[in-house]
C-alpha cells in the first residue's frame, strides 16, 4: 500500500477495490441509457457553441457629417420622363435640384403596350442629335427676357431650347411647350414631348445627401428656388392632350437608405426577428398606389434609423467613412462591415383639392389645398443607432462548462438511479428469499 | 445484531443477481456498487444526507419559481410595414362649456382633424372630479385609486411598464368601454368631459383644445375672455388601441389654469410598444400592442395676443420596444435541475468527506495533546484512518 499522504482523506474520486465491486445488468443498463443521453447533450452543447446570434445593441449615433446614399426604384406609368424631376432638400440648406447624376431615367412604353422598357439612357449624358447646334458658329439666341444661364454654351446666349427652359427656370417662368420659342421649334420640342406623352418612367439608381432631416421628391415639370419657395412648372403636366391626363400612380420597387444588408441576416436572427418588425426588410418595396387624379399629392413620411451590421470576427476597428467611394458602394467595407440605415414609414395621400377623407371613414380628417402633385418623402434621422453584431453564442469556456455540466450532471444522476435500482432489487431479493 | 444475517444474504442475492459471467450488458455497468457487506453507515453520513436533501430542495424550489417567472427580455427594433394611422384615446375634462370647445387636430402631413365631431362630449360639473379642496389629486377611493367613473380597473401606479408582462396582456385582452359621465343632479353643468377614439395620421401632430373664436377664425363667434378656463383633468389619454387598464403618464392629473389666458402644453414621445408573453410565432403565446409615451408639461400664462389652450404636441419614435416575458421549455429546465441537485449531490459528498477529514485531524490533535507529543503520531497515521471509518 502506498504511504497515504494527508490528502489520501480528501480524495473525492474513490474507488472501490475491484474484489467489492459487483456489475449489475440494470448498471450496465443505465449507463449505455446515461451515455447516449451524455453524448445527445454534448452534441447539443456543441451545436450552442457553434451557432452564431446576432447580439443587437442600441446607442446614440456618434458619428458626425456623415453622408448617406438613398436607393430608389420607382415606376411611374403614367408620366413621361421628360416631366419627371427629382429633386432633394434638407434642412442644411442643401438643394439638389432635377438630380441626374447616378439617376437613370428608363423610358416606359404605355400600359396599355405592356410597359416595357423602351431605351434607357443616362440623364447625364444629352445625345448629340437632341443639341441641334444652329449651322452659324456666330449665332447668339435670345434667352427671351430670360436671364441666360451661366453654364450656356455661349455665354449671354440660349442656343439650344433647353438652354431656354432653364433660363426661364432660373427667372421663375413657366415655360410650357415652348411655342414661339425658335430653339424650340427648331429642336421639335413640343412635338416630342407630345410623342412621349404616353409613356411612363422608371427612376432608378443612388443620390447621396446630408444625413439630416430633408426630403426628396418626385415631382413634374422643371423644378426652381426662389428665396424660400421651392417651384415646380407645371404647365405642361397640367395641359396635356391625353386623355385622363398624367397621375401619380406609382409602383415603388425598392427604397433603402444605404447598401442592403446580408439576407441571411434575417435568417440568422432567428426568433429574435418577431413578426412586427422589419429586420432588414424594406417596408416601402414593392408597394403600389394608384390614383386617376392628376392633381395627387404622396407623402410618406420615413423615419431613418441609421443600423450597423458587424459580422463575426469584425475586429472593431475605425473605419474612416470613404466619402470617395462611389455610389452603392458607400458603407459597405472591405471587412464585411455594413453601415445602413433602416426605416419605418407611414404613407398619406390627399387629393391637391383639399377635401375630407370619407373615402377612407374617416369624415373628420381634412385635407389641406393646394401644393404640387408628386411623391414626396420627408425622412427624419433618428439619433438612436442599431448595431448588429454577429457573436458565438458560447464562447469556448463557456461550451467546455457546458459540456462539463451536462456529463457531470448525468453520469451523478445516472448513479444515483443505479444506486436505487441496486438497492430496491436487493430488497426485493431479500423481501422474497424471507417469505421462502 | 442484524449484520451477520444480511451477510448471508447477501451471498446468496450474488448468485442471483450479481454479476453473471456472460452478461454482456452488465459488463458495461461503469457505477461501482460495493457489496453490502463492504458499505458501512454512519450517522454523521445520515445527517449529511438530511441537510443535502433539505438544500437540494430548497435549490430546486428556487429553480422552479425562476422557471415559472420566465426572463423578461426587452429588444427593440424598427417598425415594419408601412403604416398610416394611429388611434389616440382620451378622456378629458375641461372647466368650460362644451358649446365653447373647439377640438382639432393638426399634423404634419397637413391634415386637419375635427376631431370635435368624432369624440363625445358631455356636460358635467367640475366638483364631481374633484375633491372640495381642488388638490391636485382626484377623488379617490380606499385603496388610493382615482374615482374617475371608468369601467374598469386599475393596476398599480407605477406605470405599466414596471408589472408583469402576463398580468398587462391579460388586461389588455378585456373588452374595453368607456365610463359613464356621471348624471348631473340638477347641478350647473360647467365643464365638459371630452372621451373617445380618433383615429390620427401615423406623423408628428399637435392635438388641441381651444376655445371658441379663437385660434381657428372661421368656426364660431368671439367667445368672451372672462370665459377661459383651461383647467383641466385627465383621466385616460393613450396612444394605440383602447387599453384603460395600462396606465400612462398622463392618466388621472389635474392640471388647474390659475388664470383666464393660459396655455398648456404637452410634449409627447410616443414609443410604440409590444407586449408578449411566450415568444411571437410560436403556440400558446399573446401578445399585445400598444403604445407607452414620454412627456414634458409645460404650462405658462400667456397675453391676449397668444392663443389659449391645451396642446398635447405628439411625435411617433422610429424605434419599436419588445418586451417579451418568456420560459424555457420543460425539458431545458428538468437538465437545470437534474444539474443543479447533482452538484449538490457531489458537493455534499465532498463535504462529508471534508468533515469526516477535519474532525479527524481534530481528534488526532486532541489525543496527541494529551500524550504529550508522542513520537509515534505520524507512524499511526494509517492505523487512526482506519480508526476513523470504524467510529
Keep these: 500500500m502506498p504511504a497515504k499522504s494527508r490528502f489520501t482523506r480528501l480524495d473525492a474520486f474513490t474507488k472501490t477495490v475491484e474484489d467489492a465491486r459487483i456489475r449489475t445488468t440494470s448498471g450496465g443498463i443505465v449507463t449505455i441509457v446515461s451515455l447516449i443521453v451524455v453524448l445527445f447533450l454534448a452534441w447539443g452543447e456543441w451545436a450552442d457553441y457553434r451557432r452564431i446570434v446576432i447580439h443587437p445593441q442600441l446607442i446614440v449615433d456618434k458619428g458626425r457629417g456623415e453622408r448617406m446614399e438613398i436607393h430608389l426604384n420607382i415606376t411611374f406609368p403614367r408620366v413621361p420622363c421628360e416631366l419627371l424631376t427629382l429633386d432633394v432638400m434638407d434642412v442644411s440648406g442643401e438643394q439638389q435640384h432635377g438630380v441626374q447624376h447616378g439617376v437613370r431615367m428608363v423610358r416606359l412604353r404605355p400600359q396599355s403596350e405592356g410597359g416595357g422598357e423602351i431605351d434607357s439612357k443616362a440623364l447625364a449624358l444629352h445625345a448629340a442629335e437632341d443639341a441641334a447646334t444652329h449651322l452659324d458658329p456666330s449665332y447668339c439666341g435670345p434667352c427671351y427676357g430670360a436671364t441666360p444661364p451661366h453654364n450656356a454654351q455661349k455665354a449671354g446666349c440660349c442656343n439650344t431650347c433647353d438652354e431656354v427652359r432653364e433660363a426661364y427656370a432660373q427667372t421663375s417662368w413657366a415655360f410650357g411647350t415652348g411655342v414661339g420659342v425658335e430653339q424650340c421649334e427648331r429642336e421639335h420640342y413640343a412635338e416630342r414631348l407630345d410623342e412621349q406623352r404616353h409613356e411612363g418612367c422608371r427612376i432608378e439608381g443612388g443620390l447621396r445627401v446630408n444625413k439630416v432631416i430633408g426630403n426628396f421628391h418626385i415631382a413634374p415639370g422643371r423644378s426652381f428656388s426662389n428665396g424660400n419657395m421651392h417651384v415646380h412648372d407645371l404647365k405642361n403636366y397640367w395641359e396635356t392632350p391625353i386623355p385622363g391626363g398624367h397621375s401619380f400612380t406609382h409602383t415603388i420597387h425598392h427604397l433603402r437608405f444605404g447598401p442592403q444588408l446580408p439576407d441571411d441576416l434575417h435568417k440568422k436572427l432567428g426568433s429574435k426577428a418577431l413578426p412586427w418588425t422589419s429586420h432588414h426588410l424594406n417596408p416601402l418595396d414593392d408597394t403600389h398606389q394608384e390614383t386617376d387624379d392628376p392633381n395627387f399629392n404622396y407623402m410618406y413620411f420615413v423615419k431613418i434609423v441609421p443600423t450597423s451590421y458587424f459580422p463575426l470576427g469584425w475586429e472593431g476597428k475605425h473605419s474612416q467613412e470613404n466619402h470617395g467611394a462611389g455610389l452603392g458602394q458607400f458603407g459597405q467595407s472591405v471587412d464585411g462591415s455594413v453601415e445602413t440605415h433602416q426605416y419605418s414609414v407611414t404613407s398619406h395621400k390627399r387629393s391637391l383639392a383639399g377635401g375630407d377623407d370619407a373615402a377612407e371613414g374617416h369624415q373628420e380628417r381634412l385635407h389641406s389645398k393646394g401644393g404640387i402633385p408628386g411623391v414626396f418623402f420627408s425622412y427624419d434621422i433618428s439619433p438612436m443607432k442599431v448595431i448588429n453584431r454577429e457573436e458565438r453564442a458560447k464562447t469556448f469556456l463557456g461550451f467546455i462548462a457546458g459540456l462539463c455540466a451536462a456529463v457531470g450532471g448525468t453520469l451523478t444522476v445516472a448513479a444515483a438511479v443505479d444506486r436505487g435500482l441496486f438497492e430496491g432489487a436487493t430488497r426485493l431479493k431479500k423481501m422474497r428469499s424471507k417469505d421462502l | ?391
Design chain 2, 1 to 391: 445484531m442484524m449484520n451477520g444475517y444480511e451477510e448471508k444474504h447477501g451471498h446468496l442475492d450474488d448468485d442471483a443477481f450479481g454479476p453473471k459471467s456472460g452478461g454482456i450488458v452488465s459488463a458495461f455497468d461503469a457505477f461501482p456498487k460495493a457489496k453490502p457487506q463492504y458499505v458501512e453507515r454512519t450517522s454523521g453520513g445520515g445527517k449529511w444526507t438530511v441537510a443535502m436533501i433539505i438544500i437540494s430542495l430548497l435549490l430546486f424550489w428556487s429553480e422552479l419559481s425562476r422557471w415559472w417567472r420566465g426572463t423578461e427580455t426587452h429588444t427593440f427594433a424598427v417598425e415594419k410595414g408601412v403604416s398610416h394611422s394611429m388611434d389616440i384615446n382620451l378622456d378629458i375634462v375641461v372647466k368650460m362649456k362644451c358649446a365653447d370647445l373647439h377640438i382639432n387636430v393638426q399634423d404634419a402631413a397637413g391634415d386637419r382633424i375635427l376631431a370635435g365631431t368624432k369624440l363625445t362630449r358631455d356636460p358635467t360639473n367640475w366638483a364631481q372630479w374633484v375633491d372640495a379642496k381642488e388638490m391636485h389629486k382626484l377623488g379617490r377611493d380606499a385603496q388610493g385609486r382615482v374615482i374617475t367613473g371608468e369601467g374598469y380597473t386599475t393596476i398599480g401606479e407605477e406605470g405599466f411598464g414596471e408589472e408583469h408582462i402576463h398580468d398587462i396582456v391579460a388586461l389588455g385582452r378585456k373588452k374595453a368601454r368607456w365610463g359613464k359621465t356621471p348624471r348631473l343632479w340638477g347641478k350647473e353643468a360647467d365643464s365638459c368631459r371630452i372621451f373617445g377614439s380618433l383615429s390620427l395620421n401615423k406623423v408628428q401632430g399637435d392635438f388641441h383644445i381651444t376655445a371658441r373664436g379663437h385660434g381657428y377664425m372661421e368656426f364660431g363667434e368671439h367667445l368672451d375672455h372672462n370665459a377661459f378656463n383651461f383647467s383641466h383633468i385627465i383621466s385616460e389619454l393613450s396612444f394605440g388601441p383602447f387599453l384603460p387598464s395600462l396606465v400612462n403618464p398622463l392618466d388621472r392629473t389635474v392640471n388647474a389654469a390659475p388664470n383666464h389666458f393660459h396655455k398648456f402644453q404637452y410634449f409627447m414621445s410616443v414609443v410604440p410598444t409590444a407586449y408578449s408573453v411566450g415568444d411571437p410565432g410560436k403556440m400558446g403565446s399573446a401578445s399585445i400592442f400598444t403604445n407607452q409615451y414620454a412627456v414634458t408639461e409645460q404650462s405658462q400664462e400667456i397675453n391676449d395676443r397668444i392663443i389659449p389652450g391645451i396642446f398635447f404636441k405628439y411625435d411617433i419614435e422610429p424605434i419599436l420596444l419588445n418586451i417579451v416575458e418568456s420560459r424555457d421549455s420543460f425539458f431545458v429546465f428538468l437538465i437545470k435541475v437534474i444539474n443543479v441537485l447533482s452538484g449538490a449531490l457531489v458537493a455534499g459528498h465532498w463535504g462529508f468527506r471534508l468533515s469526516d477529514w477535519v474532525s479527524e485531524v481534530m481528534g488526532r490533535r486532541r489525543r496527541s495533546g494529551q500524550s504529550q507529543g508522542m513520537l509515534g503520531g505520524h507512524s499511526s497515521h494509517g492505523g487512526s484512518n482506519g480508526k476513523g471509518y470504524t467510529d
